[in-house]
């Protein structure tokens, strides 16, 4: 009886530590996320939007985004760019801004939108505004199990369809949520039965149609590229869910197709039964949040390395902290910190991906020799033509990528490799000097090559650029060199350095851009050579048995790399998938250097500017403004940016069931029809 009792009164505890929790749920819908792996989009944006707006805070983002932006090489030209692209860039950001500052908004969450869908209208992966409090890879990612992709049948007829392996990444992937999905859907369509099921619709709207809309909010690159599911080679070999099936936002709970499954005679729209929901995963790396007031504390304030330091008073050897947030969200894995090797990397919303690519789809080949972190060497089955699969231009370090690259084409040459495939499928940018000195080591020591292997580059030339400058030679501020600025970082357009008491910015080259007054620098010569290690004395590869590939997601210091060896040394480029009556464009954003606020930041303050009316202010929160620091000039139109000049790929590659996301099938595709 007594033991009876116990439990129920246990029982009426429980129930009440119950009813507890979930009146703090209604009142707190932070807390209904807290501690779950997976949540619906609904009940994120709950959290999400349940954060009233901050006067203050507001401000200080908007300042800290105009004044970085008057660093930012492309502003005038991004008001409207010129033809094929000013249907896909028209963005005045100097009046949105102002916009946004008198605007009222329903929360702080709602603000953070404007502010992200007006920097990613550029499409410009490096001038993209992220705050850590929505865009986080250790929070959620929404996720569908049925990527998409367009595929061309043997008629030539291209259609969207649900990735042919859906099912093996989904079941590998989410294994712990596949029920979900699976009980949205009636007992006779089973999620491996939508594997290849071509789209008929999405939300009604022809998939075209609603592909495209989605593009206008994803950003990220250029446009006349594909934006489809794909592979990627980086710590190994991952799977691109693709903008459908992977949101970086809780936009939508659910998504409503109609399709034709194989072998099926009849379309199917899956709201018959059930929309198919998305769920938002968080990731295991996650910072534990209970509550709204743990999930500010963990999430949204600025941490280190979020604003830059004055070099001259840090007992840290005079390195500026790495911000972890620019790290997360480099399309690269990240690299370690080293101020003498810039870089031009693309800043997405999404982090990389983990996601692995199937094993039947991986090349089952063992990588040979010179293979690092983010590049792999392959031998085709013919022996007579290499792979290098990189997905970045920032392996492990500096040093090991160079070497690695070095070693593993000498490898392949000495295996009997006379021609060469590069895959550059997503890859996001890194090293500028690893993309000169892969130009330089394929094709051999040339005029395009010594001493300048890239582009010609300029700065803007801002009045506190020219103040940073002078101070930096006034107050010798910058012994060991680790400023942008610093006038012994650079050489001018005859590839001689500047002295060391020379303000590289005066005078400034005054230009009118879309109607606006601008400036910039003086031209910018090479900034690499001599390489270490010393090339090879001649070419490794013939640059006509040399072909670029990748699906068009090629950005940044990739972009530098694959417009050299396009234009000048006359190398073949190959898009995969992409519409058949768009030529596609084999790169996107070029840039010519990127960074961030945090490293302008720095500049600031060690140039002991910080209190100028010029300077930005601290920034208050977890975010990233990240910018084309330096713009490189065009190889055909030296007097424009090569941002805007034509780089349309030799061979659009029409993807077909038997070589979707399959890298040793898409080589032999190509090693057929163009080499």
Known sequence: MARLAFTALFAFFSLGRVSTEVARQATDPCAKIG???????????????????????????????????????????????????TPFVHEDLIADLARISSSQYASDYDLHVDLSRTLKRLNDGHCVWINSCYFQDSLFQSFLPIPLVLLTDSGGSQNVHIAPEAFAVASAEFADELQVWQSALPPAITLESLNGARVLSIAGQDPFAAIDANALITGSFQPLGTRQNSYQFGAG??????????????????????????????????QEYSKLPYRARISAAAVSFNDSASYRANNCLAISGTNGIDLNETSSANTAPVSNTVLKFQQQPPIKSNNKHRVNVMLDTKPLSDVALPPTLAPSSPALPGSFGSGNFYMQPDNITGVLALGSFAGDDFDTTLNGLLQGLVNLKSLGATQLIVDVSNNGGGFICVAEFLHRIIVGPKNTTVPQAGLYTEARDGMLARLIVQQIIDQTLDPEQDLLYNPRNWNNASNVAFASDENWLLPP????????????????????????????????????????????????????????MAKEEGVKTVVLGGKNDVQQAYCGTVGGQSTDFSTIDTEIKTAKLKNNSLAPPDLLVNGVQGITWRLGFGIDDPTQPEEWQPHLANLNLPLTPD??????????RITEELL
């Open 35 to 85: 501690g779950q792996k997976w949540v619906s989009p609904q009940d994120l944006r709950a959290c999400y939007t349940s954060f009233p707006v901050d006067p203050a805070v507001k401000e200080n983002i908007i300042q800290v985004i105009n004044k970085t932006l008057a660093f930012h090489t492309s502003v005038s030209y991004e008001v409207s760019a010129p033809e094929p692209f």
């Open 659 to 668: 070589i979707v996301n399959n890298p040793v099938a898409v080589w032999t």
């Open 237 to 270: 070999w991952t799977y691109i869910m693709g903008d459908f099936a992977q949101q970086n936002r809780p936009n939508n709970d659910s998504a409503l197709l109609t399709v034709q499954r194989v072998n099926e005679s009849h379309p199917e729209t899956i």
């Open 509 to 564: 080259v005054n230009v009118t851009i879309n109607g606006r007054a601008d400036a910039f620098s003086q031209r910018l010569g090479q900034e690499c050579q001599p390489f270490t290690p010393a090339p090879p004395s001649e070419a490794l590869f013939p640059t006509s048995k040399v072909v670029i590939v990748s699906n068009g997601r090629c950005a940044s210091s990739c972009s530098l790399f694959s417009i050299t």
